[in-house]
Nanobody, 125 residues
Framework: VQLQASGGGLVQAGGSLRLSCAAS????????MGWFRQAPGKEREFVAA????????YYADSVKGRFTITRDNAKNTVYLQMASLKPEDTAVYYC???????????????????WGQGTQVTVSS
């Protein structure tokens, strides 16, 4: 599967953005989908994930209540709706997919097999 992330940009603190991750080559309806981010000088960190059933979602504590992950099987696309953005949300955001992930690994970047190219999100104060 190939993943293409988009939707990043520059936004003021308190604003919103929606990231998209369009998949091609294989359906993502039976995959675990994740969003991760990496700020300069920092390790890639978990943001959100959706289990393969398309129902169960998981979030980092830092974004819980502000970010929402959704999936549109018809469009083979996963989204990350981000609200109440903060300067500390500034990072390159990556989407990832894996078809064999176990639940205990859902927050671990190295366990995902497929990655998009990343999209920059910059939140100004």
């Amino acid at each position: 599967v190939q993943l293409q992330a988009s939707g990043g940009g520059l936004v003021q603190a308190g604003g919103s953005l929606r990231l998209s991750c369009a998949a091609s080559g294989r359906t993502i309806s039976n995959s675990v989908m994740g969003w991760f981010r990496q700020a300069p000088g920092k390790e890639r960190e978990f943001v959100a994930a959706m289990w393969r059933n398309g129902v169960n979602t998981y979030y980092a504590d830092s974004v819980k209540g502000r970010f929402t992950i959704t999936r549109d099987n018809a469009k083979n696309t996963v989204y990350l709706q981000m609200a109440s953005l903060k300067p500390e949300d500034t990072a390159v955001y990556y989407c990832a997919a894996d078809y064999n992930l176990i639940l205990s690994s859902i927050r671990t970047a190295r366990m995902y097999d497929y990655w998009g190219q990343g999209t920059q999100v910059t939140v100004s104060s």
